[in-house]
């Protein structure tokens, strides 16, 4: 789910000295994803929290998830009898207000239950085949990160799929984006309308007639060097355009697109079930 905590600093540094061979006034959003567990109480409140690596995280991120993850509360679809124990992905995105403040806020959380197992969960054990990097896109040599929602039927195939956002590294003219937009996600599409996915065989969604899960796929061109705007090392920024939210006609329970599709870190197919929702 997404929620906004704002936090204004004044470390422009932080973001400007990422983008030294950009044009900061063109950068939407730099992001991270920060992962970890989380204790919830049985009335939803937060018990205690622990992140990954967290000597790697910059240390005003660290203050303002301190700030913010205790006073949450989330609600459960089937209430527990006892403390439980998620796994947490957070995006935290951070924007210049000027050359020397920067707004940080906590945009979207994302749990999983903590004690499921593979078998538990909708995952795919062989992605064939590999999505191919669409030659318009790559022509121009754009990068963006496609993020699918994907119906799973009980033999594993798919059954249904949409794209639900598609985040660029590059700004261009409005037409031109979404046509980048496009290429990315019709390609990403493609591929993974083919795969076949392993179903649970236990757990509490064994019995559903289909599943839904979200499946990130990244394009990246790193132009043969290290790029250090990529968010691939852990605790590092991305600096990307986000794009827009895109409806998906054939899902008729709303409620489960609550949560933010960008949450869903990268290399991960996230299932989307009964886990704990932040609550307004």
């Excluded at 019995?207 to 132009?223: G, K």
């Excluded at 409806?247 to 197919?269: M, Y």
């Amino acid at each position: 789910m997404r929620r906004s905590a704002l936090f204004v600093l004044a470390i422009g540094a932080l973001i400007v000295s990422s983008l030294q061979a950009r044009d900061v006034t063109k950068v939407a959003e730099a992001s991270m994803l920060v992962t970890g567990s989380v204790e919830l109480n049985t009335d939803g409140s937060v018990h205690g929290y622990t992140l990954d690596h967290q000597e790697k995280i910059p240390s005003a991120v660290v203050d303002l998830i301190q700030r913010n993850v205790p006073t949450w509360r989330f609600t459960f679809s089937n209430p527990p009898t006892s403390m439980s124990k998620e796994t947490m992905s957070l995006r935290v995105v951070a924007k210049n207000v000027d050359e020397h403040h920067t707004t940080l806020s906590l945009a979207a959380v994302q749990l999983d239950d903590a004690a499921s197992t593979p078998s538990d969960h909708v995952h795919s054990t062989d992605q064939k085949p590999v999505p191919v990097f669409p030659a318009f896109s790559l022509k121009d040599r754009i990068s963006g990160s496609v993020y699918l929602l994907v119906k799973v039927g009980r033999d594993g195939k798919v059954m249904d799929i949409a794209t639900e956002q598609v985040n660029l590294r590059k700004e261009y003219e409005q037409t031109n984006m979404e046509l980048y937009r496009k290429d990315l996600a019709e390609a990403a599409e493609k591929a993974v309308r083919q795969w076949t996915f392993a179903v649970p065989t236990t757990g509490k969604s064994v019995q559903a007639p289909s599943w839904l899960v979200r499946v990130p796929v990244n394009f990246h061109i790193a132009n043969g060097n290290y790029d250090p705007n990529s968010g691939y090392d852990y605790g590092s920024w991305e600096i990307y355009i986000p794009g827009p939210r895109k409806s998906v006609s054939w899902l008729t329970d709303k409620r489960l697109l609550a949560e933010a599709p960008d949450a869903t870190p990268a290399g991960t197919i996230h299932q989307l079930d009964s886990a704990p929702q932040l609550a307004p």
